[in-house]
């Protein structure tokens, strides 16, 4: 009886531990041929970034305090905690005296970011080399990941992370809001002319049918200037009393009625695309008062900013979901490999299509016309997914980009006003960089108004 109980036991064992390989690999293993493997990076940087807020908010804090299950798991193996604990307090953060938790907290975020950086950039560079390199061996991809995720727990804070990734964060993170920028005008551009594109289909099926497109685009309108005009009143209402606030709302009402304005006098853009860039206009006047270290300025200085993060790393994958698809998704590559949808036409190549020869056969299996779409692929080409190494650049270029956002651009304030902070974001280099990509922003849209009536011989395609 004994030996048959364990050979169930056994049996259940070996079906789960196969299962769970399975399952490993088919999430984790090679893609299937024809594919790219952005979406395993994209899980990837997700990873990264859960890792991130977790070591900020639980393992930092409970490290340096000596308090909670987390530091308790560290004390169990022996020799462990004292290791961790000399890595995260270390002399640079123990300057800090009553910030040390923020210190240790910055550098937890450095850990997984600068991981992840290294990892997407060697990508890069094996991708650049080797294009299919990048659907291959994920599940080893993220053995090594994980494992080095580990032994950067035992690294020192300094001079690793608080020192050269820092910089060099700060120096990626300032490209990717500039990209980012760039990508959410063109995002606004595509979502204006996608919905045209598909009232003129409607048209042509059914005159008037494509009444509707028209009207859900004036009702985005409506909708996307509504909430910015809401949301610049409010922040009139909780942000007044200090100067710097009332200056950085009102910039922002002046950038949005510029830019409807300049739309509205001429032939280029749309009313749709000035209003997604006003509301985030709007958004990032909101983010700029409420890293505001004053607390007679910040209403909301005592409070969690979990909103501001959720939409900013909303608005982050948004930017690489259109990055990622314009980059690497087959029908933007232009490469061999890609499922290209052909049209073909069934009309005659001869020379005398008006003549029939009937000694020839009619239909010849090699030369008879095709009609409808047809779709190619060829995936043994060994250029398919030769871009795909930008795709891995943007994705390091993010990894910077969650470090800065999540830490402040890694800088340490004290608090105005002896208020207290209860987020890492709060600082005026934060609030000076989201201004400067905020006006990057304005600028660039305008840009793409005023530079075909400055330069009109030119061909300009947004």
Avoid at 170 to 194: K, P, S
Avoid at 227 to 236: C, D, E, K, N, P
Wanted: glycine residues 8%; aromatic residues 12%.
């Amino acid at each position: 009886m004994g030996s048959a109980i364990s050979t169930v036991y056994l049996g259940l064992a070996y079906c789960f531990c196969t299962a769970s390989g399975n399952l490993c690999n088919a999430c984790l293993g090679t893609t299937l041929q024809g594919t790219t493997g952005r979406k395993r990076a994209v899980l990837l940087l997700a990873i990264t970034i859960v890792l991130s807020l977790f070591f900020q908010y639980k393992v930092a804090p409970s490290i340096v305090l000596n308090e909670g299950w987390i530091w308790k798991c560290y004390r169990a193996v022996p020799g462990m905690g004292k290791m961790v604990y000399k890595a995260w307090k270390d002399p640079y953060c123990e300057s800090y005296e009553d910030q040390e938790v923020q210190c240790a907290g910055n550098a937890g975020v450095f850990r997984p970011t600068s991981l992840a950086t290294l990892f997407f950039l060697v990508s890069a560079v094996a991708t650049k080399l080797v294009p299919a390199i990048n659907r291959e061996a994920w599940l080893a991809k993220y053995t090594v990941f994980f494992f080095g995720i580990f032994f950067t727990m035992l690294i020192p804070n300094a001079p690793l992370f608080i020192g050269f990734f820092l910089w060099f964060a700060r120096l990626g993170a300032t490209v990717f809001v500039l990209l980012q920028q760039v990508i959410l005008i063109d995002i606004a551009y595509n979502w204006n002319e996608d919905w045209v594109e598909k009232s003129n289909e409607c048209d042509r099926l059914s005159y008037g049918s494509g009444q509707k497109w028209l009207r859900a685009i004036v009702s985005a309108c409506v909708g996307l200037y509504s909430l910015a005009i809401i949301g610049i009143s409010l922040l009139y209402r909780h942000f007044q009393g200090c100067p710097e606030n009332i200056w950085v709302i009102t910039l922002t009402l002046l950038g949005i009625l510029a830019m409807t304005g300049i739309q509205l006098s001429g032939h280029e853009g749309s009313l749709l695309t000035s209003g997604v860039m006003s509301l985030y206009a709007a958004y990032l006047a909101f983010s700029i008062v409420s890293k505001n270290p004053n607390g007679a300025c910040n209403p909301r200085l005592g409070h969690d900013d979990s909103w501001g993060i959720a939409i900013g790393l909303a608005l982050t994958f948004l930017s690489l979901a259109w990055t990622g698809w314009s980059w690497s998704a087959e029908q933007r590559l232009n490469v061999q490999g890609v499922q290209a949808p052909t049209t073909m036409s069934p009309a005659s190549t001869t020379p005398y299509a008006d003549t029939i020869n009937l000694d020839v056969p009619f239909l010849d299996p090699d030369e008879q016309p095709t009609s409808g779409i047809v779709t190619e692929q060829n995936t043994a080409d060994p250029n398919f997914g030769t871009d795909l190494w930008k795709l891995n650049v943007v994705l390091a270029l993010i990894s910077c980009w969650v470090a800065m956002t999540l830490t402040g651009w890694g800088t340490i304030e004290e608090i105005e006003n002896g208020s207290n902070a209860a987020n890492p974001q709060v600082g005026r280099w934060n609030m000076a960089m989201i201004g400067i990509s905020q006006w990057l922003a304005i600028g660039l849209y305008i840009w793409t108004l005023v530079a075909p009536r400055v330069f009109p011989n030119r061909e300009f395609s947004y």
